[in-house]
Nanobody, 121 residues
Framework: QVQLVESGGGLVQAGGSLRLSCAAS????????MGWYRQAPGKQRELVAT???????DYADSVKGRFTISRDNAKKSVYLQMNGLLPEDTAVYYC???????????????WGQGTQVTVSS
């Protein structure tokens, strides 16, 4: 089975930093895109950052200059370095991978279970 496992969430004061990690496991052929989404209470899930296998990146305007996404393709992992955290960054952060596995036809999105990030004032 394909699984995405996240780690690194927690409680931090405003201005602090956290580093989120996500590792994909299973019989995976290719992962064109990996990234992070977040969902705050009462809000829709939104894209935070993505990175392609060719290292092209995309960031939400609200996190540009503060967050940095990176990948380790050999480890099938993606990371999110979050600096200068703000209370409005508080949310559940979900790892996402657009990938092809040996057990499916074509490509589809997979999601992690989410990790809580809480930023206090």
């Amino acid at each position: 089975q394909v699984q995405l496992v996240e780690s690194g969430g927690g409680l931090v004061q405003a201005g602090g930093s956290l580093r989120l990690s996500c590792a994909a496991s299973g019989r995976i052929n290719n992962i064109p895109v990996m990234g992070w989404y977040r969902q705050a209470p009462g809000k829709q899930r939104e894209l935070v950052a993505t990175q392609s296998s060719g290292d092209n990146t995309d960031y939400a305007d609200s996190v540009k200059g503060r967050f940095t996404i990176s990948r380790d393709n050999a480890k099938k992992s993606v990371y999110l370095q979050m600096n200068g955290l703000l209370p409005e960054d508080t949310a559940v952060y979900y790892c996402n991978a657009f990938l092809q596995s040996y057990s499916i036809d074509g490509y589809r999105n997979y999601w992690g279970q989410g990790t809580q990030v809480t930023v206090s004032s």
